[in-house]
Nanobody, 120 residues
Framework: QVQLVESGGGLVQPGGSLRLSCQAS????????MGWHRQAPGKERELVAR???????DYADHVKDRFTISRDNTKNTLYLQMNSLKPEDTAVYYC??????????????WGQGTQVTVSS
């Protein structure tokens, strides 16, 4: 069994910053590409940023130059540093990871999500 647990969400004023974390644990043999997605009320879930096992990032256009994705493979942890936050960044943020389990099963796993609200 694999678990992804996000943390770090909350309420922040426009222009502020937050740092999200996603801790992967359980029957993990190998942790592959990871990413952050978000879903605002009434909208579809969308990709925010992703990162390869080797640390190469890729960003959605609307967060480039404001968000930074990173990972610590020694801790099985994914991060998202969010700066210059805007009200339109308000959403539930989800972590996704591609994982090979100790039973050699490969699949994509999702966290439960963490709420980010940008408002004055």
């Amino acid at each position: 069994q694999v678990q992804l647990v996000e943390s770090g969400g909350g309420l922040v004023q426009p222009g502020g910053s937050l740092r999200l974390s996603c801790q992967a644990s359980g029957d993990i043999f190998s942790l592959h590409a990871m990413g952050w997605h978000r879903q605002a009320p009434g909208k579809e879930r969308e990709l925010v940023a992703r990162i390869t096992t080797g640390g190469i990032p890729d960003y959605a256009d609307h967060v480039k130059d404001r968000f930074t994705i990173s990972r610590d493979n020694t801790k099985n942890t994914l991060y998202l540093q969010m700066n210059s936050l805007k009200p339109e960044d308000t959403a539930v943020y989800y972590c996704r990871a591609f994982i090979t389990t100790t039973m050699k099963h490969y699949d994509a796993y999702w966290g439960q999500g963490t709420q980010v609200t940008v408002s004055s």
